[in-house]
C-alpha cells in the first residue's frame, strides 16, 4: 500500500515537472519570446535546452519507470481493472509523448542550442 502510494507520488511529481514546463512555454514563454529579437530570441531558448536537454530526462526516465513499475505491481497483485487500466494509459500516454518528442521537439532543439553557441541567428529564427 505505501509502496504503491509511494510510487504514484513519484509518478505524479516527475510527469508534472515535464508538463509544467511544456505548459509555461506554451502559455507564457511562447508570447514573450515573440516580443523579443530573433537573436534575443534564439540565444535564450538555445540556452534553454543546451541545460534542460541534460536534467530533464531524469524527471521523464523516473515517471516512465515508476508508472511501469506501478502497473507491473498492479498485475502481479491482481489489482481492479481500472487501476490498471489508468496506469497503462498514463504509460502510453508517455510513450506516444516521447515519440512526439523525439521526432518533433528534439531536432528544434539541438538546432537550436548548436545556433547559442555558435553566436549566429539562423534565417528562419
Known amino acids: ?24 512555454f506554451t ?20 540556452r534553454i535546452h ?8 531524469i524527471f521523464g526516465a523516473f515517471a516512465l519507470v515508476s508508472t511501469l513499475v506501478l502497473a507491473g505491481t498492479q498485475w502481479f497483485n491482481f489489482a481492479p481493472v481500472y487501476a490498471l487500466t489508468w496506469s497503462l494509459t498514463a504509460l502510453i500516454a508517455q510513450v506516444v509523448f516521447l515519440v512526439l518528442y523525439s521526432v518533433v521537439s528534439k531536432p528544434v532543439n539541438v538546432e537550436l542550442t548548436r545556433v547559442a553557441q555558435t553566436g549566429r541567428v539562423p534565417a528562419n529564427a
Open 1 to 24: 500500500m505505501i509502496y504503491d502510494i509511494c510510487l504514484h507520488i513519484i509518478a505524479i511529481l516527475s510527469i508534472v515537472v515535464v508538463y509544467g514546463v511544456d505548459v509555461f
Open 27 to 46: 502559455v507564457i514563454g511562447r508570447k514573450a519570446l515573440s516580443l523579443s529579437s530573433d537573436a534575443g530570441m534564439t540565444e535564450v531558448i538555445g
Open 50 to 57: 543546451e541545460v534542460a536537454d541534460t536534467r530533464m530526462p
